[in-house]
């Protein structure tokens, strides 16, 4: 059973681009959850998505956005990035909005110049 | 808003030693799920265990074991005869169980080194 895969896993960029993240859950987990981990301040939840319906979001300015597709794959977007936007994104996947497990991918390391 | 402590940065355990990790946290829910999850250099997030609120019962992952203490809102990850493979950031999670609000909430983490 193929696990949570993020891609791609390592990206830079520079400061004003923009960036799209992708996340393949689990076969038959309907639950998509972002987190951004940084030193400074940790892992933060960024938002979830369940059946293609952003169902809980986090504490972000409005450039960061995702979406989910009809067979949950599921994408995050940064617009305008800024240089604090370094980071490692984490996807975690569960069957059920706010499953009791939930599977994390390995991540994507975003670096901004 | 709930928050999770992990007051130790660094620890450290000799292979086959027993070490505890010391986890708090502050809710003023009734109903949550508390997990440790592991994160090896290879920045997976790895679930090592789980707990529901409602159960008085400690969990116990084979080597891996808790201490939850409901009242005092504390939730320690015990880990027994440890080995190589076991260092790692171990990072202690909260979720709430009502309504919608499916977030993890985490700790800063504690870097677990694991000696000869």
């Known amino acids: 059973k193929a696990g949570v895969t993020q891609t791609p896993r390592y990206l830079i960029k520079t400061r004003g681009q923009q960036v799209t993240l992708s996340c393949s859950p689990i076969?038959?987990?309907?639950?998509v959850s972002w987190y951004q981990q940084t030193p400074g301040q940790g892992l933060q939840f960024l938002f979830e998505?369940?059946?293609?319906?952003?169902?809980n979001k986090g504490n972000f300015p409005g450039r960061f956005s995702g979406r989910q597709f009809s067979n949950s794959r599921s994408e995050m977007n940064v617009s305008t990035l800024e240089l604090g936007d370094s980071a490692l994104y984490l996807c975690?996947?569960?069957?059920?909005?706010?499953?009791?497990?939930?599977?994390f991918g390995s991540g994507t390391r975003l670096t901004v110049v | 808003a709930q928050t999770v402590t992990q007051s130790q940065p660094e620890m450290s355990v000799q292979e086959a030693e027993t070490v505890t990790l010391s986890c708090t946290y502050d809710?003023?829910?009734?109903?949550?799920?508390l997990f440790w999850y592991k994160q090896p250099p290879s920045r997976q997030m790895i679930l090592v265990i789980r707990?529901?609120?409602?159960?008085?019962q400690n969990a116990t992952e084979n080597r891996f074991s808790v201490n939850f203490q409901k009242a005092a809102k504390s939730f320690s990850l015990k880990i027994s005869d440890s080995q190589l493979g076991d260092a790692a950031m171990y990072f202690c999670?909260?979720?709430?169980?009502?309504?919608?609000?499916?977030?993890?909430?985490f700790g800063t983490g504690t870097r677990l080194q694991v000696t000869l």
């Open positions: 999670a909260y979720r709430s169980q009502t309504g919608t609000a499916s977030k993890l909430t």
């Open positions: 809710t003023s829910e009734s109903d949550y799920y």
């Open positions: 998505y369940f059946s293609e319906t952003q169902r």
């Open positions: 076969s038959g987990h309907r639950s």
């Open positions: 707990q529901e609120a409602y159960k008085q």
């Open positions: 975690a996947s569960s069957m059920a909005q706010g499953g009791y497990g939930y599977t």
